[in-house]
């Protein structure tokens, strides 16, 4: 698609949204991005993102493709106050399906990691769009695409006053609220085929002011597993504050109040980071959110869809967000959107539906796998989950203490080097000896003193200790 296209219109202004426009941008003459909710002059919690004010998380891929997207965009969060940890270990601490990573020395390749607030990020993303000389950002809401059914084709959007503005094409950026399933239907479509898991999360989320010097590590997290279905998140942002996240799997309630959010604390990560939290002030109050299912709306197999719209971001897959890949996936996704528009003779929406599914296909496998066989949530599952959920936990087990695994599953988990989150042979070889060793070192120990082996504190399994083989 070339020049010659005149105006592209986006439903929705946030960080999918802008990253849609940005890459129009360069392929139409005008692009008009409609949102209803006010959008703040500096960075600011929106109305419309409940779940702004939890904590997000921007993979170190995801900080890669929005530079991409906007030259500079990373100097200037750096220059803002934004964290960053540049092959620095002992700043992550990285707990997973009840496995702390071993990374204690510096990294071998090259890490780079962000840590901008939500706000912060969104803010930074829409100022730089909004100055493109081709982008208006218009507070409007869309009530429905118009859609002409001779030619199968939408030709532009009908806004909620009324008005009936035209466009070559329309991108869906309306996040999981999306109506195009429904619109499709009264279009003579098929609604698309969705992939969905009953993850069932429970968010309280209390941002703080944690002292200086208390602890060195800046990104906290500790994943909920199947003895253990609650986890937290704890990152420090740009202004200096905190946020600390409690989340509960498989429809267990988090906490309620900041005391019991420190009690979960003292259980799931290393004393001086529980210590710390205890020491922090509250700001403001505890917020609350419920995500209750992952979604992939499977667009890529339809066997017809109209053209002139395309779903972008959660609009096609909202992906279980304690595994901290939603923008991410949707920086990727524009790689994808601009890749489609670049090829003049294709079918865009067959294109781009099925790239965008070919992204997201390993990254949905595998969260897939950990909600339904180390998360425990309830639903079907393909009968080869269960054993590649006890291989991908063998291998946690061996990154506890080998510093090779634990970087390449740092990275992996990043959506570096592969979306897939599948390890090579020697990676495999090394992990199988790894966890013999400490098998038979465990057993040779219990033969000489039959307290070795037990849990260090009543009740509470070793988190730490790696499974056997």
């Given at each position: 698609?070339?020049?010659?296209?005149?105006?592209?219109?986006?439903?929705?202004?946030?960080?999918?949204?802008?990253?849609?426009?940005r890459?129009?941008?360069?392929?139409?003459?005008?692009?008009?991005?409609y949102?209803?909710?006010?959008?703040?002059?500096?960075?600011?919690?929106r109305?419309?993102?409940?779940?702004?004010?939890?904590?997000?998380l921007?993979?170190?891929?995801?900080?890669?493709?929005?530079?991409t997207?906007?030259?500079?965009?990373?100097?200037?969060?750096?220059?803002?106050?934004?964290?960053?940890?540049?092959?620095?270990?002992?700043?992550?601490?990285?707990?997973?399906?009840?496995?702390?990573?071993?990374?204690?020395?510096?990294?071998?390749?090259?890490?780079?990691?962000?840590v901008?607030?939500?706000?912060?990020?969104?803010?930074?993303?829409?100022?730089?769009?909004?100055?493109?000389?081709?982008?208006?950002?218009?507070?409007?809401?869309?009530?429905?695409?118009?859609?002409?059914?001779?030619?199968?084709?939408?030709?532009?959007?009908?806004?909620?006053?009324?008005?009936?503005?035209?466009?070559?094409?329309?991108?869906?950026?309306?996040?999981?609220?999306?109506?195009?399933?429904?619109?499709?239907?009264?279009?003579?479509?098929?609604?698309?085929?969705?992939?969905?898991?009953?993850?069932?999360?429970?968010?309280?989320?209390?941002?703080?002011?944690?002292?200086?010097?208390?602890?060195?590590?800046?990104?906290?997290?500790?994943?909920?597993?199947?003895?253990?279905?609650?986890?937290?998140?704890?990152?420090?942002?740009?202004?200096?504050?905190?946020?600390?996240?409690?989340?509960?799997?498989?429809?267990?309630?988090?906490?309620?109040?900041?005391?019991?959010?420190?009690?979960?604390?003292?259980?799931?990560?290393?004393?001086?980071?529980?210590?710390?939290?205890?020491?922090?002030?509250?700001?403001?109050?505890?917020?609350?959110?419920k995500?209750?299912?992952?979604?992939?709306?499977?667009?890529?197999?339809?066997?017809?869809?109209?053209?002139?719209?395309?779903?972008?971001?959660d609009?096609?897959?909202?992906?279980?967000?304690?595994?901290?890949?939603?923008?991410?996936?949707?920086?990727?996704?524009?790689?994808?959107?601009?890749?489609?528009?670049?090829?003049?003779?294709a079918?865009?929406?067959?294109?781009?539906?099925?790239?965008?599914?070919?992204?997201?296909?390993?990254?949905?496998?595998?969260?897939?796998?950990?909600?339904?066989?180390?998360?425990?949530?309830?639903?079907?599952?393909?009968?080869?989950?269960?054993?590649?959920?006890?291989?991908?936990?063998?291998?946690?087990?061996?990154?506890?203490?080998?510093?090779?695994?634990?970087?390449?599953?740092?990275?992996?988990?990043?959506?570096?080097?592969?979306?897939?989150?599948?390890?090579p042979?020697?990676?495999?070889?090394?992990?199988?000896?790894?966890?013999?060793?400490?098998?038979?070192?465990?057993?040779?120990?219990?033969?000489?003193?039959?307290?070795?082996?037990?849990?260090?504190?009543?009740?509470?399994?070793?988190?730490?200790?790696?499974?056997?083989?």
């Open positions: 698609m070339g020049r010659s296209a005149n105006h592209a219109v986006v439903i929705g202004a946030s960080i999918a949204g802008m990253c849609a426009a890459v129009l941008s360069d392929f139409f003459d005008r692009v008009t991005v949102e209803r909710d006010e959008l703040p002059s500096a960075p600011a919690q109305s419309a993102v409940p779940q702004g004010r939890h904590l997000h921007l993979l170190a891929r995801g900080a890669q493709e929005l530079e997207l906007f030259p500079g965009l990373l100097d200037d969060m750096v220059a803002a106050g934004v964290p960053v940890l540049r092959n620095r270990p002992d700043c992550i601490h990285f707990g997973a399906a009840g496995h702390v990573l071993g990374t204690t020395g510096r990294l071998h390749e090259e890490f780079t990691a962000y901008p607030s939500r706000p912060h990020l969104e803010w930074q993303i829409r100022r730089r769009t909004a100055a493109l000389p081709n982008v208006t950002v218009t507070p409007a809401g869309v009530a429905e695409p118009a859609f002409d059914a001779v030619s199968e084709r939408v030709t532009g959007v009908r806004l909620d006053s009324g008005e009936e503005v035209r466009a070559d094409l329309v991108v869906d950026a309306a996040g999981r609220g999306t109506r195009l399933p429904v619109w499709l239907q009264q279009w003579g479509f098929d609604r698309p085929p969705e992939d969905t898991v009953e993850v069932g999360i429970g968010y309280a989320t209390q941002h703080l002011r944690i002292p200086d010097g208390l602890i060195t590590e800046r990104v906290v997290v500790a994943g909920a597993s199947a003895q253990q279905p609650r986890g937290l998140g704890l990152l420090c942002y740009e202004d200096g504050s905190w946020v600390l996240t409690t989340f509960g799997v498989a429809r267990t309630e988090p906490p309620q109040d900041f005391a019991a959010m420190c009690a979960l604390a003292d259980e799931i990560v290393p004393s001086h980071i529980a210590a710390a939290i205890r020491r922090g002030e509250p700001i403001g109050d505890v917020a609350f959110h995500f209750p299912v992952s979604r992939w709306r499977r667009y890529h197999k339809m066997a017809r869809f109209p053209a002139g719209i395309l779903p972008f971001g609009a096609v897959a909202s992906f279980n967000p304690t595994f901290g890949q939603g923008m991410t996936m949707t920086s990727i996704q524009a790689g994808r959107l601009r890749r489609a528009l670049r090829s003049p003779d079918d865009l929406a067959a294109d781009f539906n099925s790239a965008v599914a070919k992204s997201t296909y390993p990254v949905w496998t595998m969260n897939a796998i950990g909600d339904l066989v180390l998360h425990q949530a309830p639903g079907p599952a393909p009968w080869w989950y269960r054993p590649v959920g006890g291989l991908f936990d063998q291998f946690l087990g061996a990154a506890e203490t080998d510093p090779v695994l634990a970087e390449w599953f740092l990275r992996r988990f990043s959506l570096l080097d592969s979306l897939y989150l599948v390890p042979m020697r990676l495999v070889g090394r992990t199988i000896a790894h966890n013999a060793r400490l098998w038979l070192t465990e057993r040779s120990g219990k033969a000489t003193s039959p307290q070795r082996g037990r849990d260090p504190v009543p009740g509470r399994s070793d988190q730490r200790r790696a499974p056997r083989p």
